[in-house]
């Protein structure tokens, strides 16, 4: 079965900087793409950063030039680098891995647990 795990949220003050970590764990042969989204209190998940297997980037504009999104395909593994941080990145941010291929099954849009992240002001 494969899962997504994440490690790195917690609390930090404005202008501070966080990294997020998400490895995928089961047998897996590649992951097309990798990202982040966020969720904040009352408010629908939105897209932050994904990255492909070569490599190609997005972002949404208000982390742009703050944010970095790195993956290590041998290990399965997606990065988010948060720098500049403001109050308003306070959210849940979700891992996201689309397109995972397994022995057995390719799996669309699976989710991670979501790692807790606060900025005070």
């Known amino acids: 079965q494969v899962q997504l795990v994440e490690s790195g949220g917690g609390l930090v003050q404005a202008g501070g900087s966080l990294r997020l970590s998400c490895a995928a764990s089961?047998?897996?042969?590649?992951?097309?793409?990798m990202g982040w989204y966020r969720q904040a209190p009352g408010k629908p998940r939105e897209l932050v950063a994904t990255?492909?297997?070569?490599?190609?980037?997005n972002y949404a504009d208000p982390v742009k030039e703050r944010f970095t999104i790195a993956r290590d395909n041998a290990n399965n593994a997606v990065y988010l680098q948060m720098d500049s941080l403001l109050p308003e990145d306070t959210a849940v941010y979700y891992c996201?891995?689309?397109?995972?291929?397994?022995?057995?099954?390719?799996?669309?849009?699976?989710w991670g647990q979501g790692t807790q992240v606060t900025v005070s002001s």
């Open positions: 990255i492909t297997v070569g490599g190609s980037t």
């Open positions: 089961g047998n897996i042969f590649s992951i097309d793409r």
């Open positions: 996201n891995a689309d397109g995972i291929a397994t022995g057995r099954t390719f799996i669309r849009n699976l």
